[in-house]
């Protein structure tokens, strides 16, 4: 129960993306029922939105990206990517269940400077024996809007860098070797 007595609504978006997980924690009498959205309630939609972010980014997706300073890298996993066993090591690991990594790197693009000093886009090579998909790549270029250089590292190397990134985010991604690094570059500022 709320401090009011009241039990806490949830709205499909705050379910959806986390953000409530700390209020409900301490609440007894919890109430799932989500209220339909009303056009007219402009208050709510002035409070509840932001202008040109993708509805796939989550808010603390959005904190993580915001605190990555030139040169941090940030990981985009597939489903299968031992991304909670890194965090133990220091990386901040975020969960984006169901959601594609081509989709999730569409929505980040637009707020994401790539590094333009080192090559700033490093995926996964396939281990010996086995081949990769050459869709995974050009869906992820595509939806980064690049054509430049694109590393391709062994798999244990990829992992050890993976730890030293400041965020991991387990993807729904589900095509083998569905993992990128992006280095962050210097953000331009219009002058």
Not at 102 to 114: C, H, M, Q, T, W
Not at 166 to 172: K, R
Request: charged share 25%; with cysteine.
């Amino acid at each position: 129960m709320g401090s009011d007595g009241e039990c806490l609504t949830v709205t499909r978006r705050a379910f959806a993306v986390g953000a409530s997980a700390a209020a409900l924690a301490g609440c007894v009498g919890l109430k799932l029922g989500f209220p339909e959205e009303n056009e007219n309630d402009k208050e709510r939609k002035e409070r509840d939105m932001l202008k040109g972010i993708s509805p796939v980014i989550s808010p603390d997706l959005l904190k993580a990206l915001a605190e990555m300073g030139h040169g941090d890298e940030i990981v985009f996993s597939d489903a299968h990517f031992p991304a909670h066993s890194f965090g133990r090591a220091g990386a901040l690991v975020l969960r984006a269940d169901g959601l594609a990594a081509d989709k999730l790197l569409a929505g980040v693009i637009p707020l994401f400077e790539l590094d333009s000093y080192a090559t700033p886009v490093v995926m996964m090579e396939a281990v010996k024996g086995d081949t990769l998909d050459p869709e995974v790549e050009k869906a992820y270029r595509a939806a980064l809007r690049y054509d430049g250089p694109i590393e391709q590292m062994e798999r244990y190397a990829f992992y050890e860098r993976a730890k030293k990134a400041y965020a991991i985010v387990l993807t729904g991604e589900t095509r083998k070797y569905g993992n990128v690094i992006l280095k962050k570059g210097v953000t331009p500022v219009a002058g």
